[in-house]
């Protein structure tokens, strides 16, 4: 519906928030973006786990990695018993790509924002516990134009909640997990060093920076451009697991 209703929000003069993704097409996610243009109205993209404290102290300090090689993360829900097969959220027509671009576009886009964008994807899905007819599990390597090489696994089908997020560097890596939060290990050194970040309110500062946008005083970190590409790299990662071959992301932006 992202297309419908804001061509309908921008032709009324109304500023748009999105939450991602974007839309399920890249030809959407285009016409929308241009309708917002067009109308001279701001679009902005609910991307809020890029904004948590732990990920923007890693982005703060990304120049004391060095070169970045690698990168390892996992976000997994448990949606045993609580999938609901008349919402779109889990249907393959509605959510297409199932728990990947439901939920693993979050790290993908963390993934792009800490190691840069990401130029091909290889991707493997399955269903293995919950019913319908969406993926619950998948897996996608993802090579950085920079280089470095990541990896991201996704789940609905774990036994509990998890996020994990590992960034290693020449100089230093970083560890995230949500239940020990985050530490760094750096070159030479025998141990961890335990990173204390503020607990902060993404959602909160996302729209709080909305309005700012809405009254000109700045741009959006995710516009409908950036969001745009965020979507292709999901679905170069879908159409890898369909065509068995890696994927270059240009392919879906042509």
């Known amino acids: 519906m992202h297309l419908e209703t804001t061509a309908a929000a921008a032709r009324a003069g109304k500023h748009v928030f999105l939450d991602k993704p974007i ?3 890249v030809e959407d ?19 809020q786990r890029r904004r948590e404290s732990h990920f923007r102290w890693i982005k703060q300090h990304i120049a004391e990695f ?3 090689v690698n990168a390892e993360s996992n976000i997994s829900r448990d949606r045993l018993g609580k999938i609901d097969l008349t919402s779109w959220r889990y249907t393959a027509e509605g959510m297409p790509g199932g728990v990947m671009l439901q939920i693993g576009i979050h790290y993908t886009d963390v993934l792009e924002y800490l190691l840069g964008p990401v130029k091909a ?12 007819d969406n993926p619950d599990v998948a897996s996608l390597v993802l090579e950085h134009e920079g280089g470095a090489l990541s990896t991201l696994n996704a789940s609905y089908a774990s036994a509990s909640e998890y996020y994990l997020m590992n960034i290693y560097g020449k100089e230093a890596t970083a560890y995230y997990d949500m239940h020990g939060g985050l530490r760094v290990l750096r070159r030479g050194a025998t141990k961890a060093d335990a990173v204390a970040c503020a607990q902060n309110d993404p959602i909160v500062e996302e729209l709080e920076e909305f309005a700012r946008a809405v ?7 995710m516009d409908g451009e950036k969001s745009t590409a965020s979507l292709a790299v999901i679905l170069a990662g879908i159409k890898s697991a369909k065509e068995g071959r890696r994927v270059e992301v240009a392919e879906l932006l042509r």
């Open 23 to 25: 839309a399920n097409t």
């Open 29 to 47: 996610a285009r016409a929308l973006t241009t309708a917002c243009r067009r109308a001279k109205v701001v679009l902005a993209l609910g991307y």
């Open 66 to 68: 060095g070169k970045l």
């Open 121 to 132: 994807v290889s991707g493997q899905f399955a269903r293995l516990v919950l019913p319908g």
């Open 215 to 221: 009254r000109g005083e700045v741009a959006p970190e």
